[in-house]
């Protein structure tokens, strides 16, 4: 049976990484955590904590990708910890809901920049939303390596772009005053909701997993991308934050819808405004380049065992890639934007992709005693503690969306528990359910 081929270095790995996470919530969520936390204090308490929460995340996943560089990532390791059920569930969720939804969504909202730009009716925004899709399919149908330069470019230019952003704002010296930056009183539900939006912000830290298969070195390359790309996020995170208050009150960016576009005008006039566009777009197709070139490992892991179409685990024969599963994606997430439902459904699904991120990393804990004498290039730092804390923190979100956000939240749990019906019947004719069969009768 063909494989992919391992043609992606440490600077592509980290690049996928640093391109997925950095979309376009640095930009717009700011506005979210103001409202929430009118505190400039506060606020870079919370991108602190999601930053490093997601960074001890991050660690989890390096010892897991170096001990066990396969195409699927986060899929194989829940499969090895927790069975073949569990690891079903979660690439169910994420080849529904988390994957094309975000694509999807992230498109949209590339149009809606660009509308800015170009008047924009809204059938040809959503041509212009599927259009980008399937471009950037094509580049990756052709070869991975096709798709990780598009990754260098867009997430180069983008880095570039936010650096000037933060550098002519932390010039700026028209600031807020002392006295318009005193602290307000803080309430226990807005660091629920600012938490969740900083979280979001950091979200894709995980993906470069998927095409584990893929990197080249991967016992070094795996965890070292982990780590520059979480320290480069949120070194950059707060620089852009500290440059935003230093331009701005809290209440003004809890007033401003798009942070980023408002902070750029004042520095740059309105020549800083547009740029700010520009590299929103950049930031948006970096980021949607990054979900399509991983997401579609996840379902050619699962056809590789035999808990998926069997097409879905095809190499094509030219060019290397999971042809076939790149353009079922690009279908699936053209039809969520053409039906307006991708918002709704990224929404339910980001709980419980939460759910799969902390039983990714609890498992780190369940393999080295299941699994003692398996070699580990790369133990998790500060473990057990980095990986009690993330978990403990991981609860708390998880519980604190249930009660604050209901009706979601059980949408996130149905659209999980909604797969174990189709498990059953992939899991009846998988190879090695045949085979575990077979043994039964011949016992018999």
Request: charged fraction near 10%.
């Given at each position: 049976m063909d494989q992919l081929l391992r043609k992606l270095g440490l600077l592509d790995a980290t690049l996928i990484i640093i391109g997925i996470v950095i979309g376009s919530g640095i930009f717009l969520l700011p506005?979210?955590?103001?409202?929430s936390l009118p505190s400039r204090g506060a606020i870079l308490a919370v991108w602190i904590v999601a930053g490093l929460l997601s960074a001890f995340g991050a660690l989890a996943y390096a010892e897991l990708g170096a001990m066990m560089p396969a195409t699927g990532?986060?899929?194989?390791?829940?499969?090895e910890a927790y069975g073949p059920c569990c690891a079903f569930l979660c690439g169910w969720v994420f080849v529904l809901a988390v994957m094309p939804g975000g694509i999807a969504f992230l498109a949209v909202g590339f149009s809606i920049y660009l509308g800015h730009f170009i008047p924009l009716s809204p059938f040809l925004s959503t041509a212009v939303s599927v259009l980008l899709v399937a471009a950037l399919s094509a580049i990756n149908y052709i070869g991975v390596e096709q798709g990780a330069w598009i990754q260098r470019i867009f997430t180069a230019a983008k880095i570039a772009g936010l650096l000037l952003v933060i550098g002519s704002a932390a010039l700026y010296t028209q600031g807020p005053t002392l006295?318009?930056?005193?602290?307000?009183p803080l309430s226990y539900s807005g660091i629920g909701v600012a938490?969740?939006?900083?979280?979001?912000?950091?979200?894709?830290w995980s993906f470069v997993s998927f095409v584990a298969g893929e990197v080249k070195n991967p016992q070094r390359n795996i965890p070292a991308s982990l780590m520059l790309a979480m320290a480069a996020v949120i070194a950059l995170y707060m620089s852009a934050n500290l440059a935003y208050m230093?331009?701005?009150?809290?209440?003004?960016?809890?007033a401003t819808e798009r942070v980023g576009s408002a902070v750029a005008e004042r520095t740059m006039g309105s020549a800083g405004a547009t740029?700010?566009?520009?590299?929103?777009?950049?930031?948006?197709?970096?980021?949607?380049?990054?979900?399509?070139?991983?997401?579609?490992?996840?379902?050619f892991a699962q056809a590789r065992d035999g808990m998926f179409f069997r097409r879905f685990g095809q190499v094509h024969p030219r060019f290397k890639t999971p042809a076939f599963a790149i353009v079922a994606q690009a279908v699936w997430s053209g039809l969520l934007i053409f039906s307006g439902s991708y918002e709704t459904l990224f929404t339910y699904s980001i709980l419980s992709a939460w759910i799969f991120y902390a039983l990714s990393v609890a498992a780190v804990w369940i393999l080295r005693r299941k699994l003692p004498d398996l070699p580990?290039?790369?133990?998790?730092?500060?473990?057990?503690?980095?990986?009690?804390?993330?978990?403990?923190v991981s609860v708390w979100f998880m519980a604190d969306a249930l009660i604050t956000q209901t009706k979601p939240s059980l949408m996130a749990i149905a659209i999980a528990a909604a797969g174990v019906p189709f498990y059953l019947i992939w899991r009846g004719n998988s190879p090695a359910s045949q085979a575990e069969i077979a043994v039964a009768v011949k016992s018999a």
């Open positions: 506005n979210v955590i103001a409202r990532g986060q899929y194989v390791y829940l499969r006295a318009q930056t005193a602290a307000q938490m969740a939006a900083c979280l979001m912000a950091y979200n894709g230093n331009v701005m009150t809290v209440p003004e960016i809890a740029l700010l566009s520009v590299i929103v777009l950049f930031s948006v197709i970096g980021a949607i380049n990054g979900c399509i070139l991983t997401a579609a490992r996840i379902p580990r290039p790369y133990r998790m730092w500060g473990y057990p503690y980095t990986l009690i804390l993330f978990l403990t």
